[in-house]
């Protein structure tokens, strides 16, 4: 698994394409999305860096359980903590999605919008279940030594773990038109050069040894599998070992297209009122057909036993089954089938966007809703999001998200347009406090020049944004009536007085605080930094 997943990081990635980006006006990152959302002007992106999207998904893994199970290492122990293994669903979902496009342009003419790109794309869609990680803990859990005792009585069984991969190049060409001062409909054109596409289906792995019976102990042990591995590439070859035994690694071959296929998307966008805007698409609509030639399928149906008696059967028994690897080789063993090759046709995985956007104070701030539909696979990924983006001038946007992810919480994300630069991220985690104190003070730094013009309800908006990423930042609030009237009033010499008597008794001020938060998550906090 491994070897796969960094060959796609190679290749490419793709992420679901940033939301944070889908209500600022006049980024061409939006186009992405919804093709009818025409930028302010055309645009030349940079190689590769000007268009690169990554990110993961997963029904109840964390970044740091998903980093664990790609290194897929034998000496990996994350899942003997009973924090993970408390995380984990019946069926764990994983999508790591990548995509860069090589090159990418747009430019107006006439009323009309074009567009062309090319471009990697890359999906790994994988659910593996919780009785694979069970089996991996029970396994490590056990000290297998030479009494046959030590070996007795393991039954288990795992069903229904899946990978798929689907690497593919795109060169697109894009048409965007108003077609009327409400309406605009677009829609991009895609051929599709097929890289790779695995497809492994584990559905059954049962591990049985003996156990005291009225007729005493025998000493078989046995692993049954039923597995389907099929490949389409030329870049992946599935080698056999030495003994032409079965499938033992993942191996690289020479770079080529294997298939051929197409895709549409399709997107429109209405003005329903002056100041709301409704919008639509649907994306990779469309499909690649594998070529025979390439195409190769392996399967396991059989049963492997083991005589614990013997201690070179006896120790290749313990290598498979305390591997500590999610996909182990030797425990599956694949074997090619003999002609086997056949065509195959693999479809895309689709997107659906929904979106409404309400314009206030004169457009100079945007708030959104977005629903995002992926029929990844095995499972269809949902995620809502709601946005606000500030939008002074068209040179100038800074937009902030709040996501909601099907089965993994929530996050938050950001995005800058400065010029002709664009920079961004859905998904900011929780631990990074830090960030969020930074990112709260900027946004809040940004609404100082209407503190100067006394414009008081658009600046209390920007620190209510700044305060989804920090509540800390709601301390502005009172600042801005303090710092109203002429310098050194009373208000302003109170408030000196009040931090030059917390630096005189800074001890007695830092007790009285940790006792205020002794109750919350910031408990002790104020006592470890004393």
């Not at 009323?111 to 490590?140: E, Y």
């Not at 195959?344 to 809703?369: K, P």
């Not at 960030?435 to 940004?446: D, G, K, N, T």
Request: proline share 2%; charged share 15%.
């Amino acid at each position: 698994l491994s070897v796969v997943l960094l060959l796609c990081f190679s290749l490419s990635g793709q992420a679901q394409f940033l939301r944070t980006f889908y209500f600022m006006e006049g980024s061409s990152q939006r186009m992405q999305l919804n093709p009818a959302l025409m930028p302010g002007r055309g645009y030349l992106n940079i190689p590769v860096i000007g268009s690169l999207n990554a990110t993961v998904n997963s029904s109840s893994l964390g970044y740091r359980d998903i980093m664990d199970i790609i290194e897929n290492s034998d000496d990996s122990d994350y899942f003997m903590s009973n924090d993970f293994m408390n995380r984990l669903d019946a069926i764990n979902n994983l999508n790591v999605n990548l995509s860069t496009d090589i090159l990418s342009a747009g430019w107006y003419k006439g009323k009309n919008f074009w567009s062309v790109n090319v471009g990697l794309r890359n999906d790994i869609g994988a659910a593996i279940p919780k009785t694979m990680f069970q089996f991996m803990n029970n396994m490590s859990s056990l000290e297998f030594g030479d009494n046959i005792s030590d070996y007795l009585g393991i039954n288990e069984t795992i069903n229904g773990q899946k990978l798929e991969i689907n690497s593919y190049a795109e060169v697109g060409v894009g048409f965007a038109r108003n077609i009327t001062d409400r309406l605009v409909v677009g829609g991009k054109v895609k051929m599709l050069l097929g890289i790779g596409n695995l497809k492994l289906n584990i559905n059954q792995i049962h591990v049985e040894t003996p156990s005291v019976g009225s007729s005493g102990v025998t000493s078989k042990a046995s692993i049954q599998v039923d597995a389907t591995l099929e490949n389409s590439s030329k870049l992946l070859e599935l080698p056999e070992n030495e003994n032409g035994d079965y499938i033992d690694e993942i191996d690289f071959g020479s770079f080529g297209f294997a298939g051929y296929g197409g895709a549409i998307d399709l997107g429109i966008s209405y003005k329903l009122l002056d100041k709301l805007t409704l919008s639509a698409s649907v994306l990779d609509l469309g499909f690649i057909k594998w070529s025979k030639s390439n195409t190769s399928i392996a399967r396991a149906n059989a049963e492997q036993t083991y005589d614990l008696l013997d201690p070179a059967s006896q120790q290749e028994f313990i290598n498979i089954v305390n591997s500590g690897e999610i996909l182990n080789y030797d425990m599956l063993q694949l074997k090619t089938e003999e002609a086997s090759e056949k065509s195959r046709t693999r479809g895309l995985t689709s997107t659906m966007v929904l979106g409404a956007e309400y314009a206030l104070l004169n457009d100079w701030l945007v708030v959104g809703a977005l629903y995002t539909g992926r029929f990844a696979k095995p499972k269809t990924l949902n995620e809502l999001t709601f946005s606000a983006c500030i939008r002074p001038t068209n040179a100038f946007n800074v937009a902030a998200s709040y996501s909601v992810l099907q089965g993994a919480g929530k996050t938050f994300g950001l995005a800058l347009k400065l010029g002709p630069f664009f920079a961004g991220t859905d998904y900011m985690s929780w631990c990074h406090n830090g960030i969020r104190q930074f990112l709260a003070i900027a946004i809040i730094m940004a609404g100082f020049p209407l503190l100067l013009k006394r414009k008081y309800i658009p600046l209390i908006a920007i620190i209510l944004l700044g305060a989804t990423f920090h509540a800390s930042a709601l301390l502005m609030i009172p600042i801005i009536f303090i710092v109203q009237g002429k310098a050194w009033n009373k208000k302003s010499v109170l408030c000196i007085l009040g931090c030059i008597l917390i630096l005189i008794f800074v001890n007695q001020f830092t007790d009285g605080m940790n006792n205020i938060l002794s109750n919350t998550q910031y408990s002790n906090m104020v006592a470890d930094w004393k």
